[in-house]
């Protein structure tokens, strides 16, 4: 089946380390997506991307990271610039993002610092 | 910048009651609106969406939404509300002017009671 797919669902990080969050989608879609959830403030962009090879900082890139090296993979890493990293982190992709395509989004991250 | 902002953020509900969630954006030059629905720990899926043409747009599980040019304006309705319709929505905007963003509203959380 075609879809989107994040790992891992739950994932536990130290302070100071770097964690890295996977989305991958066979959807073949050209835009992809990463957004942060916090109770109460909806979905925060991080970053997005377009075409492969280039991507864009939403409104909260700082301390994070990403790459879109292949156009059905698109990492997020989570540095330890990232004051505040607990949160539920969600991928999207969609096909044409000008016109009007829809984004579909994976089942989402928990990210929890320890 | 673009904004969305969804004015209530519970809406508390009687089974087979109307319900009414309002979203308003602020700028209304070539976007695209959405709403999504969300159940605990999990993505998001499409609920309806608005690209052109009729203001009245219909979406799956009886939800509809009326687009209003005038007062930036994408209130969802459901006229007879279930149980299984306690979740969180969120109304989204993409906007072509500033570079297929999609910005999403801080979410309306639905609690439907028997």
Known sequence: ???????????????????????????????????RQDPGQGLRLIYYSQIVNDFQKGDIAEGYSVSREKKESFPLTVTSAQKNPTAFYLCASSIRPGQGSEAFFGQGTRLTVV | AQSVTQLDSQVPVFEEAPVELRCNYSSSVSVY?????QYPNQGLQLLLKYLSGSTL?????GFEAEFNKSQTSFHLRKPSVHISDTAEYFCAVNDKAAGNKL???????????P
């Open chain 2, 33 to 37: 609106l959405f709403w999504y629905v």
């Open chain 2, 103 to 113: 910005t999403f509203g801080g979410g309306t959380r639905v609690l439907v009671k």
């Open chain 2, 57 to 61: 747009v219909k979406g799956i599980n």
């Open chain 1, 1 to 35: 089946d075609g879809g989107i797919t994040q790992s891992p669902k739950y994932l536990f990080r130290k302070e100071g380390q770097n964690v890295t969050l996977s989305c991958e989608q066979n959807l073949n879609h050209d835009a992809m997506y990463w957004y």
